[in-house]
T-cell receptor
Framework: TQLLEQSPQFLSIQEGENLTVYCNSSSVFSSLQWYRQEPGEGPVLLVT?????EVKKLKRLTFQFGDARKDSSLHITAAQPGDTGLYLC????????????????FGKGTLLTVNP | ETGVTQSPTHLIKTRGQQVTLRCSSQ?????VSWYQQALGQGPQFIFQ???????GRGNFPPRFSGLQFPNYSSELNVNALELDDSALYLCASSLGGAFSYEQYFGPGTRLTVT
């Protein structure tokens, strides 16, 4: 069974601070995605990383995919209260998906609170 | 362009009952995936439908079943409800095939089983 471990599980910081959240797996995924979910809503796709070592930037958010395509990180610079939410990583495909890319395997998420 | 919509928003059922949840996919998308998200957990894959056929299934019992219609909307049916079925049920639509990694989620249906 493939698992994605996210850390930390909870993070509470002050506005303006930087933070990094991690997503680790023992399995290789064909791609990895990061979502943000707010209370009462579905997850919203932030980014997809496909190539080992890939780095993508989305304004103050920087996403990195590990060289071995098993882990990823999300770094937020100068966090704002609007960044508050549940950050989920999800791997697509992988060893026990029968070679198919249809299945997303999610981690449990990191609940981020940015205090003004 | 219309996003993914789900109905109902909230639902309360009694153990042993049956429930049907509905999902309308984003315009132009032919693939719908269903996920169950328990409180404090990440979403778990239930199954996916592509062009009206089931295209993969997660570790859920047969009492979880689904349908996809010619307009690509979809239903999730759960029979013999159990207390542990209480969760947020999410559907996500995508273009399918090589583009199935870009999944767009609806707001979910919150199911409470008492």
């Amino acid at each position: 069974t493939q698992l994605l471990e996210q850390s930390p599980q909870f993070l509470s910081i002050q506005e303006g601070e930087n933070l990094t959240v991690y997503c680790n797996s023992s399995s290789v995924f064909s791609s990895l995605q990061w979502y943000r979910q707010e209370p009462g809503e579905g997850p919203v796709l932030l980014v997809t990383v496909v190539t080992g070592g890939e780095v993508k930037k989305l304004k103050r958010l920087t996403f990195q995919f590990g060289d071995a395509r098993k882990d990823s990180s999300l770094h937020i610079t100068a966090a704002q209260p609007g960044d508050t939410g549940l950050y989920l990583c999800a791997g697509l495909g992988g060893a026990d998906s029968g070679g198919s890319n249809y299945k997303l395997t999610f981690g449990k998420g990191t609940l981020l609170t940015v205090n003004p | 362009e219309t996003g993914v919509t789900q109905s109902p928003t909230h639902l309360i059922k009694t153990r042993g009952q049956q429930v049907t949840l509905r999902c309308s996919s984003q315009s132009g998308h032919n693939t719908v995936s269903w996920y169950q998200q328990a409180l404090g957990q990440g979403p778990q894959f239930i199954f996916q439908y592509y062009r009206e056929e089931e295209n993969g299934r997660g570790n859920f019992p047969p009492r979880f079943s689904g349908l996809q219609f010619p307009n690509y909307s979809s239903e999730l049916n759960v029979n013999a409800l159990e207390l542990d079925d209480s969760a947020l049920y999410l559907c996500a639509s995508s273009l399918g095939g090589a583009f199935s990694y870009e999944q767009y989620f609806g707001p979910g249906t919150r199911l409470t089983v008492t």
